[in-house]
């Protein structure tokens, strides 16, 4: 079992930045990727970005250049920096770890970027 907590969401201006955080806890050394996703109201969960335990990223094309992931594997932690946030980023962010041929989700953490 993983456990995946998010932290650092919150309200930003058009153009600010926010950093969030996951902390995996439980049996973290059967992560094999780790991700974010996204799910704005009335849309569906989308990917952002992933990154896998030897470090190989991929990131959606509407965060390309803005958003990087990375993960410190000593800690268990994931983090995704975002920069030049725009209105459409406004979403609930999830972490996501695949292990053991499952996927595990943390709770969520809503960011909202005002126009």
């Known amino acids: 079992q993983v456990q995946l907590v998010e932290s650092g969401g919150g309200l930003v201006q058009t153009g600010g930045s926010l950093r969030l955080s996951c902390a995996a806890s439980?049996?973290?050394?059967?992560?094999?990727?780790m991700g974010w996703y996204r799910q704005a109201p009335g849309s569906q969960r989308e990917l952002v970005a992933t990154i896998t335990s030897g470090g190989e990223t991929d990131y959606a094309d509407s965060v390309k250049g803005r958003f990087t992931i990375s993960r410190v594997n000593a800690k268990n932690t994931l983090y995704l920096q975002m920069n030049s946030l725009k209105p459409e980023d406004t979403a609930v962010y999830y972490c996501?770890?695949?292990?053991?041929?499952?996927?595990?989700w943390g709770q969520g953490t809503q960011v909202t970027v005002s126009s």
């Open positions: 996501n770890a695949e292990a053991a041929f499952r996927d595990y």
């Open positions: 439980g049996s973290t050394f059967i992560i094999k990727v």
